[in-house]
T-cell receptor, first 117, second 111 residues
Framework: DTGVSQDPRHKITKRGQNVTFRCDPI?????LYWYRQTLGQGPEFLTYFQNEAQLEKSRLLSDRFSAERPKGSFSTLEIQRTEQGDSAMYLC???????????????FGQGTRLTVV | QKEVEQNSGPLSVPEGAIASLNCTYS??????FFWYRQYSGKSPELIMSIYSNGDKEDGRFTAQLNKASQYVSLLIRDSQPSDSATYLCAVKRGSARQLTFGSGTQLTVLP
């Protein structure tokens, strides 16, 4: 399967614990996004990477959230000191952007469902 | 005003009918428009993209874009029960690199 892969698929954690999620994008894709989705809402943008550079972060991304994409391949999203409000589906998407920055479609992974108890 | 607005539904249509899903957006600088399908508990799946005014057809799906009216729609012909899902409209605004999503319209196709 050459689609976007996320791990784990489900995570239950106690409030105050740290969690880390991993995303492996489609292999030739140079742009990687993180979104968060809560029940009944559309995905909300958190951050994106162009290769290894993190180019934009949403104000939704508090200081407790950090994302990395070392070497421009897989990415990790870490949430420190989790709160119940962090419970959501965390979605990763990737796209291929050409030299002219022509818009291309973004494809989503299966998501990581986080439950903070 | 939300940046991307969709009727939440639920929208119910009988099997074989045409389902019409609508979306409006607020940023006139938006250039790219996408429809995603999301089954309950699953991640969004891209089904259509449209970049210029007019219609774009792909199988049973037709996307329609009217930038002057800031309106994009998705028509599903010969609706099947397997089309029952939430349909998300997504817009790439101006120079932004990320997508802005509506809240989605829940579609139910009745057998």
């Amino acid at each position: 399967d050459t689609g976007v892969s996320q791990d784990p698929r489900h995570k239950i954690t106690k409030r105050g614990q740290n969690v880390t999620f991993r995303c492996d994008p489609i292999s030739e894709h140079n742009r990687l996004y993180w979104y968060r989705q809560t029940l009944g809402q559309g995905p909300e943008f958190l951050t994106y990477f162009q290769n290894e550079a993190q180019l934009e972060k949403s104000r939704l991304l508090s200081d407790r959230f950090s994302a990395e994409r070392p070497k421009g391949s897989f990415s990790t999203l870490e949430i420190q000191r989790t709160e119940q409000g962090d419970s959501a589906m965390y979605l990763c998407a990737s796209s291929l952007v050409g030299v002219s920055f022509t818009n291309t479609e973004a494809f989503f992974g299966q998501g990581t469902r986080l439950t903070v108890v | 005003q939300k940046e991307v607005e969709q009727n939440s539904g639920p929208l119910s249509v009988p099997e074989g009918a045409i389902a019409s899903l609508n979306c409006t957006y607020s940023d006139r600088g938006s250039q790219s428009f996408f429809w995603y399908r999301q089954y309950s508990g699953k991640s969004p799946e891209l089904i259509m993209s449209i970049y210029s005014n007019g219609d774009k057809e792909d199988g049973r799906f037709t996307a329609q874009l009217n930038k002057a009216s800031q309106y994009v729609s998705l028509l599903i012909r010969d609706s099947q029960p397997s089309d029952s899902a939430t349909y998300l409209c997504a817009v790439k605004r101006g120079s932004a690199r990320q997508l802005t999503f509506g809240s989605g319209t829940q579609l139910t196709v009745l057998p």
